[in-house]
């Protein structure tokens, strides 16, 4: 990695047009025999420090996308409730209160999930500072606990939250028929912002490489053991039960991938459990919310509810071992 001066070397090839994200020029930058100083070590410029940068910028991105989503969310809310069709406001019409219902619920367990990546991001910071002054091994035992947990909490972070906030934005301009449509409401602007979140700082096919190696080796299991075998209020065991449901089908699904040994079909697959894991962490993040708080049991219950028919479809899908596709694909891509 190198630091390096304007200088008439360096040259701006051009500013890019772009979809979205107006606000931000993106342009094509040329080093040609540019003076520039080492930073760090050799050979450890992408591994180690662009790779820390990387997922430093995977965590905003995130942020970035839960920020568009909820402005698409609330502009959505707004116009349902001012917008009358056969002489009632939209917002009373089932298909619509059920947009809305899964917007918000979606946005809330991608902020939960970034939360907590950014937790544990901060814990991570924290404990090398410690480690630097004060070498323990308890210390650097539970430091490597938490980096497994924040490397794999990142891309889980990245990809729910972008991938959420693409849909989300659809479903308001959706709510807001044929006027989302046009420049003057603000929703088509948002999806164009949105689009880019599941694409810079690694996409989300790289974010699911990134995150199924930890769900594979059986970190993520723990972690959400972790979250889930705490001890509830009585109302919520009902919640809770549910939750272990999801971490059982994920561990099924992990076995079942391990016996297969297939490498093409665990990489087909992967998306699959990437989706069932943000699932299944947004269950349990949501439900240790409704312990703190029991004004959020409403909203775990909605989600969790939600959230398991998806688990339980993807969980035959991935126990299937249906190869079709791949023996196949010459005719069907
Ligand atoms: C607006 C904007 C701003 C940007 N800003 C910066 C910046 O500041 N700095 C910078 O360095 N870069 C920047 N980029 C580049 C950006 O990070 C890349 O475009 C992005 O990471 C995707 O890489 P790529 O375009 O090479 O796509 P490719 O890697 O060619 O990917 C094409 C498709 O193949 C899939 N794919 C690739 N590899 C795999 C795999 N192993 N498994 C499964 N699927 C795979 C991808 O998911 C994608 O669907 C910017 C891009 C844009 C659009």
Redesign the pocket.
């Known amino acids: 990695m190198y630091v390096c001066e304007k200088c008439p070397e360096l040259i701006v090839r051009r500013i890019?047009h772009?979809l979205g994200?107006h606000g931000?020029p993106?342009c094509e930058l040329q080093f040609n025999g540019v003076p520039a100083t080492l930073v760090g070590q050799r050979r450890m410029g992408l591994i180690r420090y662009v790779m820390a940068l990387m997922n430093g910028a995977r965590v905003a991105v995130a942020g970035q996308a839960i920020g568009i989503a909820q402005a698409a969310y609330e502009e959505a809310r707004k116009y349902a409730r001012s917008r009358v069709q056969f002489k009632r406001p939209i917002i009373e019409m089932p298909q619509v209160y059920d947009l809305l219902a899964r917007m918000k619920s979606q946005i809330q367990v991608a902020r939960a999930i970034t939360y907590e990546a950014s937790r544990l991001v901060d814990v991570r910071r924290m404990l090398e500072h410690q480690l630097d002054k004060t070498p323990d091994t308890a210390l650097r035992a539970r430091l490597k606990e938490v980096s497994t947990y924040a490397g794999l909490l990142t891309p889980l972070a990245k990809a729910y939250s972008s991938e959420m906030a693409v849909q989300v934005t659809y479903d308001a301009i959706q709510i807001h028929g044929g006027t989302g449509y046009m420049q003057e409401f603000p929703v088509e602007r948002l999806s164009r912002d949105a689009r880019?979140t599941t694409?810079?700082?690694?996409?989300?096919?790289?974010q699911?490489?990134g995150a199924s190696v930890g769900i594979t080796s059986g970190a993520f299991a723990n972690y959400i053991a972790q979250l889930g075998e705490r001890q509830f209020r009585p109302e919520l065991m009902k919640l809770s039960s549910l939750a272990r449901e999801t971490r059982e089908r994920l561990a099924n699904c992990v076995t079942f991938l391990k016996n297969f040994n297939d490498r093409t079909y665990s990489?087909l697959t992967a998306r699959r459990l990437v989706d069932m894991a943000c699932d299944a962490l947004g269950c349990h993040l949501l439900l240790v919310q409704a312990e703190a708080d029991p004004a959020r049991a409403t909203p775990a219950e909605k989600f969790i509810r939600d959230a398991l028919p998806r688990i339980r479809m993807q969980a035959d899908y991935i126990t299937s071992g249906d190869k079709l596709l791949i023996e196949k694909r010459e005719e069907l891509v």
């Open positions: 890019e772009k994200i931000s993106t880019i694409i810079y700082e690694g996409t989300t096919q790289l699911v490489v990489e």
